[in-house]
């Protein structure tokens, strides 16, 4: 499986400091921040709503409170909300609704909501195909260092998906995702040096590199550097 699905919000702040953050917060605090207007008590109280910390899950509550967020310029408020609509959780499902915020979130300074529109539109997802657009949208998540990005914009270039095919390229950005600790980049350099493709042929460093990608739980690296050992 490439990656873990992002299925709600809550998958994407479980271990982060947002659900943390949500879990020292005062609902009823929150609540009336919000409605004066805060932008960040709405997103918090609608963290709180979706995981169900101090009070029952509501997911449709939590979608409207997120919906409060992105309106008063909260990214990941809107972030969130393009989730929810993504996958149809509090709301019904609704994928060019989910584009839009994501879009919005990545326009008001979100990475992930820049990778997220990315993603949209290299699959056909609530938008018509835009490959030049994704790898653009990619492109500014993996300036701002969001490694996930910085990796499917490799991909890009390794296939030759909407741009003319440059493993070199592919290597750099599988790279720079690796340094930032995205451990199936890790693993992709890796079979690039095993190979030399795109890089010279360097079967040490190949280990290394599914060593890394190992230690980042990445099962296939696992199952590489075990070959390689023996």
Same mark, same amino acid.
Not at 163 to 170: P, Y
Not at 200 to 211: F, I, M, N, S
Not at 215 to 230: E, M, N, P, Q, W
């Given at each position: 499986?490439?990656?873990?699905?992002?299925?709600?919000?809550?998958?994407?702040?479980?271990?982060?400091?947002?659900?943390?953050?949500?879990?020292?917060?005062?609902?009823?605090?929150?609540?009336?921040?919000?409605?004066?207007?805060?932008?960040?008590?709405?997103?918090?109280?609608?963290?709180?709503?979706?995981?169900?910390?101090?009070?029952?899950?509501?997911? =449709?509550? $939590? %979608?409207? !409170?997120?919906? *409060? &967020?992105?309106?008063?310029?909260? @990214?990941?408020? +809107? /972030?969130? #909300?393009?989730?929810?609509?993504?996958?149809?959780?509090?709301?019904?499902?609704?994928?060019?609704?989910?584009?839009?915020?994501?879009?919005?979130?990545?326009?008001?300074?979100?990475?992930?909501?820049?990778?997220?529109?990315?993603?949209?539109?290299?699959?056909?997802?609530?938008?018509?195909?835009?490959?030049?657009?994704?790898?653009?949208?990619?492109?500014?998540?993996?300036?701002?260092?969001?490694?996930?990005a910085c990796y499917?914009?490799?991909?890009?270039?390794?296939?030759?998906?909407?741009?003319?095919?440059?493993? =070199?390229? $592919? %290597?750099? !950005?599988?790279? *720079? &995702?690796c340094d930032a600790?995205? @451990?199936?980049? +890790? /693993?992709? #350099?890796?079979?690039?040096?095993?190979?030399?493709?795109?890089?010279?042929?360097?079967?040490?460093?190949?280990?290394?590199?599914?060593?890394r990608a190992c230690?980042?739980?990445?099962?296939?690296?696992?199952?590489?550097?075990?070959?390689?050992?023996?």
């Open positions: 499986m490439r990656r873990l699905a992002l299925c709600a919000f809550a998958v994407a702040v479980a271990t982060s400091p947002l659900l943390a953050a949500a879990q020292t917060q005062n609902p009823a605090a929150l609540q009336k921040a919000c409605g004066g207007g805060d932008a960040k008590s709405c997103f918090d109280l609608g963290v709180i709503y979706e995981t169900g910390v101090h009070v029952a899950p509501d997911k =449709a509550r $939590a %979608a409207g !409170l997120y919906g *409060k &967020a992105c309106d008063a310029g909260s @990214a990941g408020g +809107c /972030f969130a #909300l393009g989730l929810m609509y993504k996958h149809g959780k509090g709301v019904a499902q609704n994928k060019a609704k989910a584009a839009e915020l994501h879009q919005k979130a990545c326009d008001a300074g979100s990475d992930i909501g820049c990778w997220s529109a990315g993603r949209m539109c290299e699959r056909g997802e609530g938008v018509a195909p835009d490959r030049d657009r994704a790898a653009q949208l990619y492109r500014r998540a993996c300036d701002s260092a969001y490694a996930e499917d914009l490799g991909l890009m270039y390794a296939s030759g998906n909407g741009m003319t095919a440059d493993k =070199a390229r $592919a %290597a750099e !950005l599988y790279r *720079k &995702a600790r995205y @451990a199936q980049s +890790c /693993f992709t #350099l890796g079979v690039l040096y095993q190979s030399g493709d795109g890089v010279p042929q360097d079967k040490a460093k190949a280990t290394q590199l599914y060593r230690d980042g739980r990445y099962v296939d690296a696992c199952k590489a550097l075990a070959r390689d050992l023996h």
